[in-house]
């Protein structure tokens, strides 16, 4: 290792390892450049647990292609953070922050079948939706649902 690399690898710790909230602000800034902005974009660091790097996943097929990828990912890191890299990386499964999936588009109703009006205890679980437009787009599929479900005949 150079001269001039050690001296930065030293910087580094002197600017952020004096706090664990200043060391995981610079893991969280090389992150993108450790891993390239497309899989930067579907993944997010979350938190620095003593020597342990978390990261959210979209899914289970991406923490395994990651864990695959960790020395390549840890070896980046050190380069980049040096002593203040973690030794580890762990996992955690969800949408990165502002990266939920678009919903995909909902077809209209069958013209044969139209949906009957939302029953009272449909509403009351509806209600709970705080997004007026996801609350709309689950009443919708609910009523297509229900209008395709063979109802036992009321006595």
Known sequence: MGLQRA??????ARLFGSAPE????LLRAAWPRVVGPELARRTE????EGDSLRIRVPDAGWRKGLLRMRREILARLRDLAGDLAPRRLGFTEGFPAGTAPSLPPF???APEAPAPPPSPALSAEAARILDPELRARFLETAGRYLARTP???TT
């Open 107 to 109: 077809l209209p109703p």
């Open 7 to 12: 001296a930065a690898m030293g910087l580094a």
């Open 45 to 48: 660091v979350i938190a620095l």
């Open 22 to 25: 200043r060391t995981l602000a």
């Open 151 to 153: 109802r036992p005949p």
